[in-house]
């Protein structure tokens, strides 16, 4: 019987991801696994990266948006050292934990290593430490099964394993925290208008001609606004939810922060902007407005190219320190992760409410 509910709606009329199925069952596997181990494991849904849209069944083309997983791939590391089962549900081919400190194009992985007199292939000296000791954290998580990871890459799957994964989790409980990172597309092109082959510039229709051709206009539905679904209906009631929000206008976050907050009745809103989200973020939770920022002498280079204001002294200073990453050709200081005080913030609150939630049954 067909539902007037958007939500299940959007699920009847789009299809479910070829890998869902064993992603599902590998998820089962993996929560068994830590319960069965130890009935007090933390368990975190790490959201990162973004997701597309495709334009074409047959995908040529898709619109997708500017996030790397950075925030997603970071705060991973943290919580499996803050102790939690970590599932990673990224976007394909973005950062991932360990791995993202020495990626293919920044920090090109080669430029960390170097011939030996004896012929092998080793780690340059000034990177030993660093490296060894991202190495012994990725074999750590490896060896005790901490970190699960389930690549995604247009909406449609996300939501579909979102939904997924969020009715796996509710045996978890109050030790399950979903930590929505991911930038998420607004609007989707439903299955029944999508185009099933390439489309073709010579045979658009319904465009405005131009002196060029014909434009191609496209419309875009909103996609349905699953976090209410997700804190109303797939997760447990005990488990505690974080989400992002995302702006680029400074005047306009806290409020927006606010509203998601009111609108789906979850734990805490993290309010970041697009040029300053690597050294200040904003925890909005009822009556609680709270920046977390990195202190400006520990802050690296921006993400928006905008070379943040440390002077020139005081990065003399800083290249000659130990830890100084410069593959670049420009001096490029590896600051504190702000993940570092968000994951253990975080970690914080989540077992208040473990507390809390006990407290009460
Ligand atoms: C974020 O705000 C993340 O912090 C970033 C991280 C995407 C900015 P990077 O991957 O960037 O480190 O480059 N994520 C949430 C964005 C989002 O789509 N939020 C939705 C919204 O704002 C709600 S779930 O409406």
Redesign the pocket.
């Known amino acids: 019987m067909a539902t007037e509910d958007p939500q299940a709606q959007y699920f009847e009329n789009n299809p479910a991801p070829k890998q869902l199925r064993k992603h599902e069952a590998l998820v089962r596997e993996f929560i068994e696994y830590h319960i069965s181990t130890n009935p007090e494991t933390r368990i975190v849904l790490v959201t ?3 997701t597309t849209v495709p334009l074409e069944n047959q995908t040529v083309r898709f619109i997708d ?10 705060s991973a590391e943290y919580f499996v050292r803050a102790g939690y089962a970590v599932i990673f549900l990224h976007r394909e081919y ?2 991932l934990p360990y791995s993202r400190h020495y990626s293919h194009s920044t920090n090109c992985f080669l430029d960390f290593m170097e011939g030996s007199a004896g012929g092998d292939v080793v780690v340059r000296q000034e990177y030993q430490m660093k490296m060894k000791q991202v190495l012994e954290e990725y074999q750590y998580a490896k060896k005790n099964r901490l970190l699960l990871m389930l690549p995604y890459v247009t909406v449609n799957e996300y939501l579909f394993e979102l939904r997924s994964l969020a009715t796996l989790l509710q045996p978890v409980g109050s030790r399950a925290l979903f930590y ?7 609007f989707f092109i439903p299955r029944d208008r999508m185009e099933e082959h390439k489309i073709q510039s010579s045979t658009v229709e319904n465009g405005k001609k131009t002196g060029n051709g014909t434009q191609l206009v496209i419309n875009l539905d909103p996609v349905p606004k ?2 209410s679904t997700l804190v109303h209906s797939w997760a447990s009631r005990e488990s505690m939810i974080v ?5 680029t206008d400074p005047n306009l976050l806290v409020s ?1 922060a606010e509203q ?1 907050l009111h609108k789906y009745g979850h734990d805490l809103v ?3 902007l ?1 040029t300053t ?2 050294w200040e ?1 904003v925890f909005v939770r009822t009556g609680e407005e709270r920046w977390v920022r990195v202190p400006k002498a520990k802050r690296s280079r921006s ?1 928006s190219g905008i070379e943040e204001l440390v002077g020139r002294a005081d990065k003399k200073k800083d290249a000659a320190k130990k830890d100084e990453v410069d593959l670049s050709g420009g001096e490029v200081r590896e600051g504190m992760e702000i993940e570092s005080l968000i994951v253990p913030e975080l970690a914080a609150l989540h077992e208040q409410r473990i507390r809390d939630s006990a407290a009460k049954a």
């Open positions: 990162s990266g973004g948006n500017f996030s790397a997983g950075t925030r997603g791939a970071t973005s950062l929505l990172a991911a930038a998420v597309s607004d699953f976090l989400s992002f929000k995302l702006e927006k998601a993290i309010g970041n697009l989200r690597k973020v993400v």
